[in-house]
């Protein structure tokens, strides 16, 4: 199993251009999500997924679109860059394990630079 | 969703115990607690989970009191890849959507 795969690793985009994070999983989990991570702080959740065709808002989703077509990918969108969004990118997928709990395995991350 | 407060940084030396304590004085009945770390350019990795009282795996234990508005992570015998930020998470995340503070950052020296 490769777990939850990110691509790509570093990227650089000028201000105003729009790409895609991609991110897919083997794990068959039902949840999914995407967090942003600046330098020094802690992980923020930007959208989320609780299944194909289900998504949701996260703590900090402007500027950010995303979509769930299948199980295994969640890719992340970015309409128009701005430096703000310069940031280290994480997938993640979840299952539950009792409860209202889950447990998240998170991939590599891509570190984004926006100039 | 439940505040929590945790040191922001901490030291150790090799081969010595290592307890993270998390405060979080408003966590609700069904509240579980969850431990995450995160080694430098890697995304965080599970450690623990807990309700209440004592909880151990090959990684760590977790100990919680009875009221439960606090928790401990304790690491035995740390070693420098021990060297992480470990963050406690407190409810939420029951579709995956887990909210993140800043977390402890460990300084294991030798």
Known sequence: NAGVTQTPKFQVLKTGQSMTLQCAQDMNHEYMSWYRQDPGMGL??????????????????NGYNVSRSTTEDFPLRLLSAAPSQTSVYFCASSYPIGGANTEAFFGQGTRLTVV | ?????????????????????????????????????????QGPRFIIQGYKTKVTNEVASLFIPADRKSSTLS??????????????????????????GKGTKLSVKP
Not at chain 1, 53 to 61: F, L, N, S
Not at chain 2, 5 to 30: F, K, L, R
């Open chain 1, 44 to 61: 923020r959740l930007i959208h989320y997924s609780v299944g194909a065709g289900i998504t949701d808002q996260g703590e900090v989703p």
């Open chain 2, 1 to 41: 969703l439940a505040k929590t407060t945790q040191p922001i940084s901490m030291d150790s030396y090799e081969g010595q115990e290592v307890n993270i304590t998390c405060s979080h004085n408003n966590i609700a009945t069904n509240d579980y607690i969850t431990w995450y770390q995160q080694f430098p350019s």
């Open chain 2, 75 to 100: 690491l035995p015998r740390v070693s420098l890849s021990d060297t992480a930020v470990y963050y406690c998470l407190v409810g939420g995340g029951s579709q995956g959507n887990l909210i993140f």
